[in-house]
């Protein structure tokens, strides 16, 4: 049973309302199967990185900067790990995403190149969207073509 306790604060004169719960409630379907979903993506996530990723977080194929669109291609994949760490994901969602983003920076810096032409083009700041991931490769980028 749920019990409402209003107070006003005194400097903004808002009212809010406080819910003190006193005795359990069963959760809702919708719930259940919210977190079931994100287990699902959780082993999903787990089963792709260990095919995917090796124990220093490289990825498995050939590295090569200015493919596609650039490096951030063969690390685009885990970007929404961490969302779904904050939704309630386990920590090993979160320890794996780390371990390919630190891997992905040691992997294509080592593979950088000066003498590929592409890649000029292609790392400037405009091809990555606003992310962590993407203002570290931009910065990355940045030092490549100065």
């Avoid at 699902?40 to 498995?60: S, V």
Wanted: net charge negative; aromatic share 8%.
């Amino acid at each position: 049973m749920a019990k409402g306790v209003h107070e006003a604060s005194q400097v903004t004169g808002v009212r809010r309302t406080q819910l003190r719960i006193e005795s359990p409630v069963a959760p809702p379907n919708w719930a259940l199967l919210e977190r079931e979903l994100i287990r699902a993506n959780e082993r999903a996530c787990e089963e792709f990185f260990h095919y995917y990723f090796d124990e220093r977080g490289y990825i498995r194929a050939t590295t090569r900067w200015g493919g596609d669109d650039g490096a951030d291609d063969a690390i685009e994949n885990l970007a929404d790990w961490p969302v779904l760490h904050a939704l309630g994901g386990s920590d090993k969602l979160l320890a794996m995403s780390e371990l390919a983003w630190e891997g992905h920076v040691k992997q294509y810096t080592e593979a950088k190149t000066r003498t590929f032409p592409l890649h000029a083009m292609v790392c400037t700041i405009r091809n990555f969207r606003p992310s962590s991931i993407g203002s570290i490769l931009a910065s990355q980028c940045r030092s490549l073509i100065s």
